[in-house]
Nanobody, 118 residues
Framework: QVQLVESGGGLVQAGESLRLSCAAS????????MGWYRQAPGKQRELVAD???????NYADSVSGRFTISRDNAKNTVYLQMHSLKPEDTAVYYC????????????WGQGTQVTVSS
């Protein structure tokens, strides 16, 4: 069993910051990419940022320069530091883990709500 435990969501005002964390535990090996997606009401889930084991990062244009993704490979944990939050960042944020161990795999967290008030 693999679990992705997310934390750090909440309600903040525009301009403030939040830090999300996601720890992967259980029988999980050879993680390649860890990332964050988000889904706002009535919208499709979209990539926010992801990071490879080697540290290569990828950001959505809408968050580039405001959000920073990082990971601790030893702890199988990924972080998303969010600065200068905007109301349009309001969404459920999902942790995502992809890798390969005999076959490709992908896991999702349960989601954490981020609400930014204006």
């Amino acid at each position: 069993q693999v679990q992705l435990v997310e934390s750090g969501g909440g309600l903040v005002q525009a301009g403030e910051s939040l830090r999300l964390s996601c720890a992967a535990s259980g029988s999980i090996f050879s993680i390649n990419v860890m990332g964050w997606y988000r889904q706002a009401p009535g919208k499709q889930r979209e990539l926010v940022a992801d990071i490879t084991t080697g540290g290569t990062t990828n950001y959505a244009d809408s968050v580039s320069g405001r959000f920073t993704i990082s990971r601790d490979n030893a702890k199988n944990t990924v972080y998303l530091q969010m600065h200068s939050l905007k109301p349009e960042d309001t969404a459920v944020y999902y942790c995502n883990v992809r890798g390969y161990f005999y076959r490709p795999y992908e896991y999702w967290g349960q989601g954490t709500q981020v609400t930014v008030s204006s």
